[in-house]
């Protein structure tokens, strides 16, 4: 046979049933799925004899051993945590599981070997694969599931009941609840630091937190949270709310709690959330707290708005800020992670002409269908895990803060949306300095002043080196700190959990991989070096202001407001 030839022998039986069964599947997607049109992909399925005899070779031998085991009754265990509890040892179901890792490491090996051009391609077939596999596991599966099985027979039957009910609930709400919609209440259990809306326009209200130390720094805290989610992310309960310790730190709190949006509210545009949102919820945090220079703070989506507003004043001469902290925040989209699978000119063009009013319809990007692309991008822990737990086995959902904030999902504006996806995860000429932003070029290097730049290690929507790269765009002092864990629970980390840990290393180098070779790793949370940085910017400490607003902007409700319960 030639030294290369196409998967057909695969197909014809040389190697196992199961695996070239999945590889003709994958060459269907390939050929049906618009994400691959264009492309010669018929190369990628051809492959040298030698790596595919290496592969069946592999294959039969652990196939053998496991056919081995099963044949002598010899219990089964997985690492696996699909397949981690006892049941999973016995023969039968253990044979199950077994023989499906084997077949899934087989492909994805299988798909490592071959020879597809280009890096997003490859991402997307892989992402495919692994989408197929999730969905395929026999945990996924009442009748193959013997701890699903267990407790029908434990319940006499009414976790199927209470399964069922489940997945109407949720079909009827329109996405998969990780967390019971009661088993928290805004403003009750979540975002009840005391505080009071001060101000409130179509955009945003912003809250001014009262203080909970006896003296205060002098200059305010300006918090910009993301506009994707709800604000209380960072007001989460009393132990573990960002805004709670600021307040205990001695520092004054202002933070915008964005609306979510409608369709009566679907043409806002990013130069309005930068004008009429951020730039007016600073200068009301100058006008009330009488201060001119706050330290300013953006998380996520956040900090890109709060980076663009400030690059926008200071084009306009305004560069009084004492500080700017970004916390997994992108300002340069080198390297967006998996998000970049779904990301090309067809997709913005499409989401231009139907949500983004070009040449087309002005619409809402719903908050459920980013949830449900977040959740899909990691299946087996944000997707199968929950189908499980909640339709297969009937249990209830974990009551956690940050899933049910997770859950709480807002819709974004077509023409905001549109403008984002092509300025920065397509193009990525935020960073240019050309673009046009509120009647002058937005230049993130007009931004002078000390930035505390936040990024976490296992973060798959901000990758940390590319929120590394913002070392690069801002022209003040930086300081780089690296926390542990992911997006979200790597910066909602209170010190007194004495959890994870934290990387740090005074000298900020062009290279991330130098700076990090060099850090030094601490325990516990980054929040205690945050704490400590942001003190020697927040000006001399005063009697604490027990009143909120002023003349001009009394309090208007209390916190935590009327927009976060939209």
């Not at 003296?215 to 993301?226: E, G, L, N």
């Not at 959740?375 to 499980?388: A, E, G, I």
């Not at 916190?559 to 319960?565: N, Q, S, T």
Request: one cysteine or more; glycine letters at 8%.
């Amino acid at each position: 046979m030639d030294n290369a030839h196409t998967l057909n022998t695969l197909w014809s039986g040389q190697v196992p049933f199961i695996a070239s069964f999945a590889v003709q599947q994958l060459r269907l997607w390939v050929s049906t799925n618009p994400w691959f049109t264009g492309q010669d992909y018929n190369a990628w399925f051809e492959l040298p004899r030698e790596t595919l005899d290496s592969l069946q070779s592999d294959y039969q031998q652990q196939w053998c051993e496991l056919g081995q085991r099963l044949l002598t009754g010899q219990p089964f265990s997985f690492e696996d945590r699909r397949f981690a509890s006892g049941n999973w040892s016995q023969p039968l179901f253990g044979s199950l599981a077994a023989f499906y890792l084997l077949n899934a490491g087989f492909l994805l090996k299988l798909l490592d070997q071959l020879p597809i051009d280009g890096k997003k391609p490859r991402q997307r077939l892989l992402y495919l694969a692994e989408q197929a596999i999730a969905a395929g596991a026999p945990s996924n599966f009442l009748a193959s599931n013997p701890d699903a099985l267990q407790r029908v027979v434990d319940t006499q039957g009414s976790s199927l009941l209470t399964g069922l009910m489940h997945l109407a609930s949720d079909l009827q709400e329109g996405k998969m609840r990780q967390c019971d919609a009661g088993a928290f209440k805004v403003g009750v259990d979540l975002a009840n630091t005391p505080g009071e809306v001060v101000f409130e326009n179509e955009l945003f209200q912003l809250i001014q937190y009262y203080p909970q130390s006896e003296t205060q720094y002098r200059r305010p805290v300006f918090i910009v949270p993301p506009s994707i989610n709800k604000y209380y992310i960072l007001d989460l309960r009393p132990d573990n709310s960002m805004v709670r310790h600021l307040l205990l730190q001695g520092h004054p709190v202002f933070l915008m709690s964005w609306r979510n949006f409608d369709q009566e509210h679907a043409g806002t545009t990013w130069d309005d959330l930068i004008e009429t949102g951020i730039i007016k919820g600073l200068q009301l945090t100058r006008e009330i707290s009488g201060e001119q220079r706050p330290n300013c703070v953006g998380f996520c989506i956040g900090g890109t708005l709060l980076s663009s507003a400030l690059a926008v004043l200071a084009a306009r001469g305004d560069k009084e800020i004492a500080s700017v902290s970004l916390l997994t925040t992108f300002l340069d989209y080198l390297d967006t992670g998996p998000i970049d699978i779904f990301v090309d000119e067809q997709l913005v063009a499409y989401r231009e002409r139907t949500i983004g009013g070009l040449n087309g319809p002005i619409g809402l990007f719903k908050g459920e269908d980013m949830g449900n692309t977040f959740s899909l991008l990691r299946p087996n822990d944000l997707w199968w895990n929950y189908n499980v737990d909640k339709y297969l086995k009937g249990q209830k959902s974990i009551p956690l803060d940050l899933l049910f904030w997770n859950n709480d999902s807002t819709n974004l504006p077509g023409p905001m949306y549109c403008w984002y996806l092509r300025h920065t995860y397509l193009q990525n000429d935020l960073k240019s300095g050309e673009l046009d932003c509120c009647g002058v070029k937005l230049d993130l290097r007009a931004i002078d002043a000390p930035a505390y730049i936040l990024a976490t290690h296992d973060d798959h929507i901000v990758p940390w080196k590319s929120a590394y790269a913002s070392t690069e765009l801002l022209s003040g002092t930086k300081r780089f700190v690296l926390g542990a864990s992911g997006h979200i629970a790597g910066v909602i980390n209170p010190p007194a959990k004495e959890k994870r840990h934290y990387w740090t290393n005074n000298r900020v180098t062009k290279n991330p991989e130098t700076w990090f070779k060099n850090a030094q790793q601490h325990p516990g949370s980054w929040w205690n070096d945050w704490f400590v940085w942001l003190a020697e910017h927040a000006g001399e400490r005063q009697p604490s202001v027990l009143s909120t607003g002023n003349a001009q902007h009394p309090a208007l409700e209390s916190a935590p407001g009327r927009y976060v319960m939209q």
